[in-house]
């Protein structure tokens, strides 16, 4: 059974950066279709970017273009989101989700219903 694991979240200040990780147990990430999506306090799940099995094609909603970037590494089972210039806008819990196969990179990356496994989330807390 694959499970997903998220780490990196932290506490920054306005502008500053962290990097989140993602990996699995029991299964590997290289044929899995992923995102990462974060829930802020009060707000319904958003997917924030997304990336396709071999990590050729990457997404990213408005609010984050430019500021962070999502990349794999098949040799090392990771997914990572490089967040820069966070606001407390980034505030929240981030998680990252695996889709069976490809496809869900196609068709609507962004909704949650399409991924298959889910990590427990990593805190992401920006604030002066």
């Known amino acids: 059974q694959l499970q997903v694991v998220e780490s990196g979240g932290g506490s920054v200040q306005p502008g500053g950066s962290l990097r989140l990780s993602c990996t699995s147990t029991?299964?590997?990430?290289?044929?899995?279709?992923a995102a990462w999506f974060r829930q802020a306090p009060g707000k319904e799940r958003e997917g924030v970017s997304c990336?396709?099995?071999?990590?050729?094609?990457?997404e990213y909603i408005e609010a984050v273009k430019g500021r962070f970037t999502v990349s794999r590494d098949h040799a090392k089972n990771m997914i990572w989101l490089q967040m820069n210039n966070l606001g407390p806008e980034d505030t929240g819990v981030y998680y990252c989700?695996?889709?069976?196969?490809?496809?869900?990179?196609?068709?609507?990356?962004?909704?949650?219903?399409?991924?298959?496994?889910w990590g427990q989330g990593t805190q992401v807390t920006v604030s002066a």
């Open positions: 029991g299964r590997r990430l290289e044929y899995h279709a």
């Open positions: 989700a695996l889709a069976e196969g490809d496809h869900a990179h196609y068709s609507g990356c962004y909704r949650p219903d399409k991924y298959n496994y």
């Open positions: 990336i396709n099995a071999p990590g050729g094609s990457t």
